[in-house]
């Protein structure tokens, strides 16, 4: 008769690797928790038994044991920009360093309601962690108020009560940025910022008229744009043809293109007829033409000071409470010098 052979043997587990490797089971566990104290003699031999036998953790398993479901959920708006994308993808790629994977959730608006129930959305998924990318003044209303009983960290430049937070000096950007076309003798700089109820436009406004106080000087013409390239182009064509400013400090680096664009439509030169500063240096800017002097955010250490924040508030450390990472100029060559008029066609 016949033996009842299983054509599909048992997948290799953890004392089987650890067979392989001639280590203990606690070593192994060791390697696949990135834990500091292996040497790398030992990881190099577990890493190849693992890849020889195709061993796979058990997570299921795992979070049996650990009560942990290794996800931390995001909570995000208005993905389609340029910032909060890439803040979600430096949150990710952390997370999977940590060993975390990642659970995003888009609102479809910014109202409080749809706030809370995303945030209810991931805690019945059992998340270790919530990030809230709030950007919004409503976003951050309705975070003041959750108890979800898991660490949540907001990334934003908010300055909420009671709510971790971590984020970028956007002030201290826009302050960098009108401070650079000072001190290249502009002396009527423009703002175009971004949607009134965003907290970076309303920070980077406040370090452009900082800046031009503490310089003695008036604020210029301040237009309100939504971000978009086209919002920068209409903001630019109307700057332009009032002849009022020779330098704009743009929001971010789409509506500094839009304003490029209209001053290309205006036959104007740049730096030598207008300057112009954007800001979050963007992957393009240094492809624009001119390629632009912009102000650079790194969202990938974003990611990465949000995640340690979160793994200290899960093995009971007491974290840093709110966390800025300071911007920089990058200067290229859509500044220069202030010209001596503002030529319009």
């Known amino acids: ?32 928790n990135n834990h500091p104290n292996v040497s790398a003699k030992t990881r190099t031999l577990v890493e190849a038994a693992i890849a020889e036998l195709g061993y796979r953790r058990n997570t299921a398993a795992r979070q049996l044991v650990t009560r942990r479901s290794e996800t931390f959920g995001v909570v995000a708006h208005n993905m389609e920009h340029y910032g909060p994308s890439r803040i979600l993808l430096g949150i990710q790629e952390a997370a999977r360093t940590a060993g975390y994977s990642v659970n995003s959730v888009g609102l479809p608006d910014a109202s ?65 940025a009108t401070q650079h076309l000072i001190e290249l003798g502009h002396r009527n700089i423009a703002h175009i910022m971004g ?105 990938m250490e974003l990611g990465r000071r949000c995640v340690a924040m979160i793994l200290d508030g899960i093995s009971g450390n007491d974290p840093l409470f709110s966390v800025r990472i300071q911007p920089h100029l990058t200067e290229r060559a859509s500044t220069g010098p202030k010209p001596a008029a503002l030529a319009r066609s």
């Not at 054509?7 to 089971?25: F, I, L, Y």
């Open 112 to 176: 409080q309601k749809a706030i809370i129930e995303t945030v209810e959305y991931h805690l019945a998924h059992q998340v270790d962690a919530l990030v809230v990318i709030a950007p919004q003044e409503e976003i951050v209303r309705a975070i003041e108020k959750l108890q979800p009983g898991v660490p949540l960290v907001a990334i934003g430049d908010i300055g909420a009560a009671g709510v971790q937070s971590v984020g970028v000096d956007q002030q201290r950007g826009g302050w960098l």
């Open 1 to 32: 008769m016949a033996e009842n052979v299983s054509s599909h043997p048992r997948p290799p587990v953890m004392e089987d690797v650890a067979a392989k490797a001639g280590v203990s089971h606690q070593t192994v566990s060791r390697v696949i």
């Open 195 to 299: 949607p009134a109820d965003w907290l970076d436009a309303q920070a980077r406004r406040r370090g452009w008229e900082a800046a031009l106080s503490a310089a003695g000087l008036q604020t210029g013409p301040l237009l309100v744009g939504d971000w978009s390239a086209e919002s920068g182009y209409r903001a630019g064509k109307k700057l332009i043809d009032d002849g009022e400013c020779s330098a704009v400090f743009a929001g971010n680096d789409q509506m500094s293109l839009g304003v490029l664009r209209a001053a290309h439509e205006r036959k104007l030169s740049l730096p030598r007829d207008l300057s112009v500063v954007g800001f979050d240096d963007s992957p393009e800017s240094g492809f624009y033409y001119p390629p632009l002097t912009t102000v650079r955010q790194d969202f």
